[in-house]
C-alpha cells in the first residue's frame, strides 16, 4: 500500500485536511495509517508534527524519485536537513535504494521569478532584482541548490547511487516517491467532487490530483518523469554556466525581437521556447531549451511592423517560429493565427515553416485555408540520431506528415541536421536516403554549431571526436559529405549545404545569397560541395552570366547607400567590401537583396552565430 506523507505549513492547513476527508462515506484519509504528517521545519508554532521514521524508510528499496527545488530539506547540509535525512542517505551509500534527483537551475527564467517573489519584488522589474550577482548568490535560495550539487557529488564519492538533473521549470512542489512513500511538501488540499485536488497554494490551477492511492502514484510520478524528459545534466550545467550566468545577470537581456534577418530568411519569431529536449540545440546556452513555449507577441500585432523592418522587401523570404516548434502542442494553433496573420496584412511572401514535430491532416487543409498554398515550404528536420540526443523525434510519425504534405502538393525541404559522429556511417545515410528520395524535393546538409565554450559538451555525447574538440563554425564529419555525394549523385537526389539554395530550387529563382559566384560552394564550380538539379544549375548559371556581363559598379554603391545611407563601400574587379563596420544582420540583408557576395573589415554580430555564408 503507498504512503503519502504530505508537508503542511501550517495549523489551517491541517485542519483543512481534515475537514475534506470527515465526510462519512468516504474514508477518513486522516485517520487511516495511509498518510503521516510532517513538518520540514523546527518551528515551535508547529504543534501536530510527526516525524518520518526508520522504519519507513526502511521499506523503501529500489527506485527513489526527488523533484526539488534545492532539496536541502532531504539532505543533510549545512543547518537543514530532515529528521529522516541520515537514514536515507545511509541507504543510498549502502546500495539499498537508487535516488533520481531534480534540483531547479539557478540560472534559469523559473529561478529570476521565484527569487524576486521570495524577496518581494516586483516580477515586472525581476531584471533589476537580480542584476547584482553577489545579491542573487548571497541568499540562501542559489547557495541551497550549489550546496546540494556539491552534496551529490560528496555522496557519489562516497558510493551512493544517484542521478542528479536540473530542469528550467518550477517544479512548483517538491515530491519524493518510493513504490511505498510519497513525499509531498508544502501543500493545501481542497475538495472537488470525489478527487482531493493538491494545488499550489494561491492558486485555481489542479497541479496533482488522484482518487485512489495507485492513481496518485502514478501522476506523480509522471510529473517527475515530465521534469526529467526536459532537464540537463551536472556536466552540462557546468559547461553552459558562464554564458548562463551572463545572460542571467544583465537586467536588460531577453534575447527577444519579433524580426531578425538570418542567413536563409527573415525570422519571425513570435513564440521562443521549446519542449524538445535535443542535446545538440544551440538554445541550451539561453533559457530558451527546455523551456515551454512563451508568447511574446500575438498575431493581431503584425500589421505593419514586418513591412517597417528594414530588413523587409517584397522578395524577401520569411521563416516562422525558428526558437521554437511550429507544431509543437498548442503552437499548431498558434502557427495557423500567424499566417491567416500575415495574409490579412497583404503579405505574399515565400514562407518557411522548419519542423521536427508531426501534424495531421486537418492542420494542413487549415493552414491552405488561411494562407497561400503555392507559397509555403516545409522544413521537415531528422537526422537519424539516436533517442537519448533527440528524445523527441519520432522519425515514423515524420515520415505519415511527409505523405500527408506530399498529397497536398506543399513542397518538402528535408533538413539533415545535425551530422555528427553518431549518425554519419553508410548505414545511417542509407535509411534517410530511402525516405526523403520519395518525399522531398532536396536535402539540406548542417553539421554542430561548434565553438570553444560547447565542444566539451558535443565531445562528452560522443557527437564530435577529440580531435575536432577546436573546430569553429559549423562542423560535419569529414568523411561525411563524400560519402553522401557519391549516393546522392547515384539517385539524381539535390542535396546543399545551404537553405537559400533549397528555396531558390523551390521556387525557381537564382539564389538570394549569391552562391553561385562562390566557388567553395556552388555545384557550378569545380570545388563546390553542393548538389544541384540541372534546372536549377540553369537559372543560377545564367543570372551569374547577366550580372557579370552587365556589372555596374556606381549602381551597386548608390543602391547599397540608398539601404544603409553613410555606409563606406568600396568595388575593386567586381569584389564588393564594405570598409565601415557594419551589422551582421545589415551585411546579410545587403547580399540577399543583391544576389551577390558582400565582404566586410568588420562585422558587428547580432545574432547568436555565423554561418559560412559570412563565415569565409
Not at 540560472?107 to 527569487?115: D, L, N, T
Not at 547607400?561 to 575593386?572: E, M, Q, S, T, Y
Request: contains cysteine.
Amino acid at each position: 500500500m503507498l504512503g503519502i506523507i504530505l508537508g503542511v505549513t501550517s495549523n489551517y492547513a491541517y485542519d483543512k485536511i481534515k475537514e475534506t476527508t470527515k465526510d462519512s462515506n468516504r474514508r477518513s484519509i486522516t485517520n487511516s495509517k495511509l498518510i503521516n504528517y510532517f513538518l520540514p521545519n523546527t518551528s515551535a508554532e508547529h504543534e501536530r508534527r510527526t516525524i518520518i521514521t526508520s522504519k519507513q524508510i526502511d521499506k523503501m528499496k529500489g527506485e527513489v524519485y526527488l523533484l526539488g527545488i534545492a532539496a536541502s530539506g532531504y539532505l543533510p547540509i549545512g543547518d537543514g536537513g530532515l529528521s529522516f535525512s541520515s537514514h536515507f542517505i545511509s541507504k543510498l551509500i549502502k546500495g539499498d535504494i537508487k535516488l533520481r534527483l531534480i534540483l531547479l537551475n539557478p540560472y534559469c527564467q523559473a529561478s529570476k521569478i521565484r527569487f524576486a517573489r521570495e524577496w518581494n519584488n516586483d516580477i515586472d522589474s525581476i531584471g533589476e532584482t537580480v542584476s547584482k550577482k553577489d545579491n542573487y548568490e548571497a541568499k540562501s535560495f542559489y547557495k541551497d541548490i550549489s550546496n546540494t550539487l556539491s552534496k551529490v557529488q560528496e555522496l557519489k564519492e562516497a558510493g551512493a547511487n544517484i542521478d542528479c538533473r536540473l530542469t528550467n521549470f518550477d517544479p512548483i512542489i517538491s515530491t519524493m516517491i518510493s513504490k511505498d512513500y510519497c513525499y509531498i511538501d508544502i501543500l493545501s488540499l481542497g475538495k472537488a467532487d470525489e478527487k482531493i485536488i493538491i494545488k499550489k497554494q494561491k492558486s485555481t490551477l489542479p497541479i496533482l490530483e488522484f482518487s485512489s492511492e495507485s492513481y496518485f502514484y502514478k501522476i506523480a510520478k509522471s510529473h517527475f518523469e515530465y521534469h526529467w524528459k526536459y532537464s540537463i545534466t551536472p556536466d552540462e550545467y557546468d559547461y553552459f554556466k558562464p554564458e548562463l550566468e551572463k545572460k542571467f545577470f544583465n537586467p536588460s537581456h531577453t534575447g527577444y525581437r519579433l524580426i531578425k534577418q538570418h542567413e536563409s530568411w527573415i525570422s519571425i519569431d513570435p513564440i521562443v521556447g521549446c519542449l524538445g529536449g535535443c542535446k545538440y540545440c544551440i538554445l541550451r546556452t539561453s533559457f530558451q531549451n527546455n523551456a515551454a513555449p512563451l508568447v511574446y507577441t500575438i498575431p493581431e500585432q503584425l500589421s505593419n511592423r514586418l513591412r517597417e523592418s528594414k530588413f523587409y522587401h517584397n522578395d524577401a523570404i520569411l521563416c516562422l517560429f525558428n526558437y521554437s516548434d511550429a507544431f509543437l502542442s498548442d503552437n499548431k494553433k498558434r502557427i495557423i493565427k500567424w499566417l491567416e496573420a500575415l495574409k490579412e496584412n497583404n503579405y505574399r511572401n515565400w514562407t518557411c515553416i522548419p519542423t521536427k514535430h508531426p501534424f495531421d491532416s486537418k492542420t494542413i487543409s487549415e493552414i491552405k485555408n488561411v494562407y497561400y498554398k503555392e507559397k509555403l515550404i516545409f522544413f521537415v528536420s531528422f537526422s537519424g540520431l539516436p533517442k537519448d540526443i533527440e528524445p523527441s523525434v519520432d522519425i515514423k510519425k515524420i515520415v505519415d506528415s511527409m505523405k500527408i504534405l506530399k498529397e497536398n502538393n506543399i513542397p518538402i525541404v528535408h533538413y539533415w541536421r545535425p551530422v555528427t559522429e553518431l549518425n554519419k556511417s553508410d548505414e545511417d545515410i542509407d535509411k534517410i536516403l530511402d525516405i526523403v528520395t520519395k518525399y522531398a524535393s532536396c536535402s539540406v546538409i548542417s553539421g554542430l554549431k561548434a565553438s570553444s565554450s560547447l565542444n566539451k559538451y558535443y565531445k562528452s555525447l560522443n557527437l564530435i571526436n577529440g580531435q575536432d574538440e577546436k573546430n569553429q563554425g559549423d562542423y560535419l564529419p569529414k568523411d561525411f559529405l563524400n560519402k553522401l555525394r557519391i549516393k546522392a549523385e547515384k539517385l539524381s537526389y539535390p542535396i546543399y549545404l545551404h537553405a537559400s539554395c533549397a528555396v531558390s530550387k523551390i521556387t525557381k529563382k537564382p539564389d538570394y545569397n549569391g552562391t553561385m559566384f562562390r566557388s567553395d560552394i556552388c555545384a557550378l564550380h569545380e570545388n563546390g560541395n553542393s548538389i544541384c538539379s540541372e534546372d536549377q544549375k540553369l537559372i543560377c548559371q545564367t543570372f551569374k552570366n547577366e550580372t557579370e556581363k552587365n556589372f555596374d559598379k556606381e549602381c551597386y554603391i548608390d543602391t547599397i547607400r540608398d539601404i544603409l545611407p553613410g555606409i563606406d563601400v568600396n568595388i575593386d574587379e567586381n569584389k564588393i567590401e564594405i570598409k565601415s563596420p557594419i551589422y551582421q544582420e545589415d551585411l546579410i540583408n545587403l547580399i540577399h537583396r543583391l544576389k551577390y557576395p558582400i565582404t566586410a573589415k568588420k562585422i558587428l554580430h547580432t545574432n547568436q552565430y555565423v554561418g559560412s555564408i559570412l563565415d569565409s
